[in-house]
């Protein structure tokens, strides 16, 4: 995407003033989108983000400058900018050479989406949209959209490399309404992958439109969750959003490395009951979290994060090498060039253990069970976090009961770690986007189903 | 700048050349700056500029969007033919419309001319003394997680076939501080912001005193026994959920089936002592334009007159769909994004009362100050909340200890029919969207759930 030569006259003007580490990174991508709702596609959206960014850093300091050119001229100024702000010294006699590194491609597009007609892939979301539609009676309004984009960048640094990728993605989403006239229940089914239209095609489409449907008109017919201290059974799946939340996040460099996680310092010692063993692995072929080349020209790495409950390893990008005085995990991520890269998850899921689902059930004896999970946010500083549950139902003498809406969970992290005492055999992963300082990025959470013996479910007080 | 509107003319005259339907260019462009400080060194600097070009056309009836942030020319026809591809795909009945533009247009201030005049080294030194000043507030106070300031440049132009061309240029200015305290053993963070549009709305002290204080008063702060229990929502906390749930108010969401305000146009949804209303047009309002998203002239609405839903808040589509006016409320979330429907400054009118007369007279239950995870605990259609929140005990009328880690539920729908009263405390939300509200005193007790 751009010439040896103006890379290297980049990197050498950005770092003319004292910085020790510069690099350029551009990005091209297109995405598409189409929607429907009332039964009509409603809206269809094409939009093309190219730009640059350039950013050095003078010891753990950074300094970050993005624009939309992306030819010599404005990527020079755009050095210009970051070697004004970094600083007033001289370098002299910088050696820079540049090669290119080859990133083995991860993620492929069999069939890229630009290929296959705009009226097919209409047709493809129509299947989901009435399948969710015609699921029962009670359904009010289904939204269901199908987004694709791809995603060319180009990277170089100080350090040499050069390396670019090109990544695919593709995303069916679809939300149903149900309603009896006074009250309305929504679901919720996103499938996603780092493919082509291939993943499409492969999908049934019908049954991911059902699955939405069958949410909302499940939560329909619910009472109100009791709130209060119980055990929590957690399906697998998406599930593991309570894991990227309550841990994954305090496990990143941009808290870890300043000192604001609550397992600052925690390597080597048991943070989680025995039976969790969790990782961080970007290097999962199609995975929708997983990247060939990190966006700032490293390999992606399978990162253990906890293994049988002692901390063994952080998720860690360039700055927090820096900071934390401990190697990249090419964890660097980030939205797109409006971003600085910084410490982001990828596929980061709890490992499968030995129990049984039917076993943890019986074993629960009375608690709730959070069959499908929501959002939910996390205060690193604190450990604090809390999600909603979007299906969830009783279970009363070790067997599922009623359905039950309006739960949410919340807690600190290293407590809820300490308190999953079963873990299942059954590992899934789900597709979610997360959202913190460098934008808003695919990432993949899992798990297979869990218990957590205790934790405080907010609801209705009995 | 000049490249924008280079570029913005010649896909003009494309247009009219090729296209055979109606169209129009929404363009903006801008330049942001960012600087963190940490110990008192620069950790993190950014200076940038952004553009971006979407363009839309309207063809037999429907409408097709593409953007692009290239404003290079030679991707002006792939730029076009996509939108015109786009819109072949549209098969909803709902007709919108490229605005043929307006007599006259107000102008609310929106650019605060003195902040061209703060260089980057003031912006850098203000965030410097926000972080001294924070370590300085007291002992506890360990570390600054952060100390910003954000300053940003934009400019907003809508071109289309029928010969409109608008243009508004706004600027802003925030500085924000993240102080951590720590007792030796647990460590809480707080966040103290301030901003707006000249020298005089950095106030350091004014910012550090509300992080410090926050991150203080919760320090091992503990929860309380689950109850339902009276409740008041402070100023900020309950412009969260105003910005939750402003969706109800919007004429597309009523129309579709999402928002339980449908049908309910002159009819009572909300307490007597409710009057919510929407006014671009106030001088630097955060969310105050000349003109909306499509053209429009901004104006002001009252949506909730003591208590009666007056209208809801329309674009151009809905509003031809109701057979009513646009209230100026067309908006996109971001240059790219198709037309939709958002507040300008939306404003819950206050009371008489302060915050401690209001506490003097719920007697006991909680003062909520924070309500946390809104995106995941809050039902934006159902109404349905269950959030982590943080607050004050209230005992007797008057503040006692702080308290965290419990969860307050309820349904929006609700609680606008439930407040008692509103206080004389207006907060204007600065980050998200503009709403303004004091806190206020609910009648009925809410589910507090905590030990």
Not at chain 1, 366 to 391: D, I, Q, R
Not at chain 1, 422 to 436: A, I, P
Request: with cysteine; net charge negative.
């Amino acid at each position: 995407m751009v010439e040896k030569r103006v890379s290297e006259a980049v990197l050498l003007r950005a770092m003319s003033t004292g910085a020790d580490y510069a690099e350029l990174y551009v990005e091209d991508t297109t995405a598409e989108g189409v929607s429907m709702i009332a039964d009509c596609v409603d809206s269809a959206n094409t939009s093309r983000s190219k730009g640059a960014g350039v950013r050095v850093f003078c010891g753990t300091n950074s300094v970050y400058a993005y624009g939309n050119g992306t030819d010599e001229a404005s990527l020079l100024a755009l050095a210009d900018k970051v070697a004004a702000a970094a600083g007033t010294a001289r370098s002299a006699g910088i050696d820079l050479v540049l090669s290119d590194v080859r990133f083995e491609p991860l993620c492929r597009a069999e069939t890229a989406v630009s290929s296959v007609p705009k009226k097919e892939r209409a047709e493809a979301l129509k299947q989901a949209y009435f399948a969710a539609k015609n699921y029962s009676d009670s359904i009010a309004q289904v939204r269901a959209s199908l987004n694709s984009s791809v995603k060319r960048v180009y990277l170089a640094n100080s350090e040499g490399v050069i390396g670019s990728d090109e990544r695919p993605y593709i995303r069916l989403a679809v939300s149903s309404v149900a309603s009896d006239g006074s009250e309305n229940q929504s679901g919720f089914v996103g499938p996603g992958r780092a493919a082509g239209f291939e993943f499409i095609r492969g999908l049934d489409l019908e049954a991911a439109g059902r699955e939405a449907s069958r949410i909302a008109v499940t939560m329909l017919g619910a009472g109100k969750c009791p709130a209060g201290k119980m055990p929590v059974v957690m399906d697998n799946a998406f599930g593991g959003v309570v894991f990227h939340e309550a841990c994954g996040h305090a496990l990143e460099a941009t808290a870890v490395g300043l000192g604001n996680s609550v397992f600052c310092g925690k390597l080597g010692q048991k943070i989680a009951n025995e039976k969790v063993t969790a990782v961080d692995d970007g290097t999962i072929p199609g995975e929708w979290g997983s990247l060939s080349m990190s966006d700032e020209g490293e390999r992606t790495q399978r990162i253990t994060l906890i293994k049988d409950g002692i901390l063994t390893g952080y998720m860690i990008d360039k700055l927090g090498s820096r900071r934390m005085g401990m190697p990249s995990t090419g964890s660097g991520r980030r939205q797109d060039y409006t971003y600085a890269p910084t410490s982001r998850m990828t596929n980061t899921f709890i490992c499968a253990g030995n129990d049984k689902r039917d076993d943890i059930i019986a074993a629960t004896g009375n608690g709730l069970y959070a069959a499908k999970m929501g959002g939910g946010s996390v205060n690193p500083v604190t450990g604090e976090f809390n999600f909603s549950v979007m299906e969830g139902y009783m279970i009363r003498n070790g067997k599922i009961c009623e359905p039950v809406r309006g739960a949410t969970l919340i807690g600190k992290g290293y407590e809820v770690l300490m308190n999953i005492d079963m873990v299942s055999d059954d590992l899934v992963l789900g597709q979610g986007m997360c959202g913190s300082v460098s934008g808003s990025i695919p990432t993949n959470v899992g798990q297979p189903m869990i218990r957590i013996s205790e934790i405080t479910v907010g609801g209705e007080i009995e | 700048m000049s490249g924008l509107g280079r570029f913005c003319d010649a896909l003009l005259a494309y247009a009219k050349e090729h296209c055979d339907g109606e169209y129009e260019i929404y363009a903006t462009n801008g330049e942001s700056f960012r600087v963190e400080i940490l110990n008192g060194q620069i950790k993190n600097y950014s200076v940038n500029d952004y553009a971006g070009v979407s363009f839309r056309v309207k063809k037999n009836g429907k409408m097709g969007y593409a953007s692009t942030t290239s404003v290079e020319e030679d991707g002006i026809p792939a730029l076009v033919s996509a939108a015109e591809e786009n819109a072949a795909l549209i098969e909803t009945p709902d007709e919108q419309f490229i605005f043929e533009g307006a007599k006259s247009y107000p102008s609310p201030k929106v650019y605060g001319e003195e902040l061209d005049s703060i260089t980057a080294e003031e912006k850098i030194n203000f965030a410097k003394e926000l972080e001294k000043k924070a370590l300085q507030a007291d002992p506890k106070i360990i570390k600054v997680e952060g100390s910003t300031v954000v300053s940003a440049k934009s400019t907003v132009m809508i071109k289309n076939c029928h010969g409109m061309d608008l243009c508004e240029n706004s600027d802003f200015i925030a500085a924000y501080v993240v102080p951590i305290a720590s007792d030796g053993e647990r460590m809480n963070d707080g966040f103290g912001v301030c901003g707006g549009f000249d020298r005089a709305c950095l106030d350091a002290d004014k910012a550090v005193k509300k992080g410090v204080v926050e991150a203080i008063d919760f320090l091992g702060a503990g929860s309380v026994k689950s109850a339902n229990m009276r409740v008041i929502f402070r100023n900020s906390a309950f412009c969260d959920l105003i910005e939750t749930f402003s969706g109800i108010f919007s004429s597309d969401n009523a129309q579709r089936g999402l928002s339980m305000l449908a049908g309910k146009e002159g009819e009572k949804i909300a307490a007597d002592c409710v009057t919510l209303t929407d006014d671009a047009t106030v001088d630097f309002g955060f969310g105050s334009r000349a003109f909306d998203s499509e053209g429009v002239p901004g104006r002001r609405t009252v949506v909730v007159d003591h208590g009666v839903l007056k209208t809801l808040l329309y674009n151009l589509k809905t509003a031809h769909k109701a057979g009513v006016q646009s209230t100026g409320n067309a908006s996109k979330g971001g240059y790219s994004a198709p037309v939709g429907i958002s507040v300008n400054n939306f404003t819950l009118t206050p009371g008489e009362k302060s915050l401690e007369q209001l506490c003097e007279k719920m007697g006991d239950g909680i003062m909520i100050t924070e309500v946390s995870g809104l995106h995941a605990g809050a039902n934006p259609m159902t109404g349905d909340f269950s959030l982590m929140a943080k607050g004050y005990l209230v005992e007797g009328g008057k503040r006692g200890r702080a308290v965290s880690g419990v969860t307050v539920s309820g349904n929006f729908y609700e609680l606008l029919k439930d407040i008692e009263e509103p206080g004389a405390d207006t907060y204007h939300n600065m980050f998200g969207e503009a709403i303004s509200s004091p806190s206020v005193l609910m009648r009925s007790p809410l589910s507090v759930a905590g030990e």
